[in-house]
């Protein structure tokens, strides 16, 4: 996304003010209309209509409020974290992918369990690859495998 505040960037506190200071009417959202006021304020001109195919919705509420300064402020408070946790999620990626070919297999799979002391018999790395791969070719690729690690972590 392209960078349109050149400022330092807001806490989550001012951040938090500024958004309760924009919802006038005290509801807990900001309307299109509401945001584009303090746009129009720091020099950026959108129409409604352009504001609304930018954010997506017709009104913000606190965590989409976050999200959309996020985006246009270039994304920088929570790049950083995005990026080590993908790198995180890569290296073990390659753990599992033993033959570095891009893909973890279900053979990979209970090989590298059995070296981590995780086995069972009572476990089938064919459904548990199965389980998450979503174009059905019998293996991960990153993108697979990046979804399990995190639809795991959210249920942790």
Known sequence: MVNLLPMCP??????????ENL????????TLEE????LKRTGFKFSIEELESLVGVKSLDM?????????INGGRKDGDEIEEVESDLLKA???????GD???T?????????????WGEERDCRSMIYSYDTNLDG?????????MMLLTLKRI
């Not at 919802?23 to 900001?30: Q, R, T």
């Not at 945001?35 to 303090?38: E, S, V």
């Open 106 to 118: 279900s053979q990979e799979l209970e090989c590298v369990l059995k070296r981590l002391g995780m």
């Open 10 to 19: 807001l806490s989550r506190n001012e951040l938090e003010l500024i958004f």
């Open 35 to 38: 945001l584009n006021q303090l």
């Open 139 to 147: 293996k991960l690729d990153f993108k697979e495998f990046k979804n």
């Open 23 to 30: 919802d006038s009417n005290g509801d807990g959202f900001v």
């Open 93 to 99: 990626f390659k753990v599992f992918d033993l033959d």
């Open 63 to 71: 965590s989409e409020f976050m999200l959309f300064y996020d985006s």
């Open 102 to 104: 891009g893909f973890i």
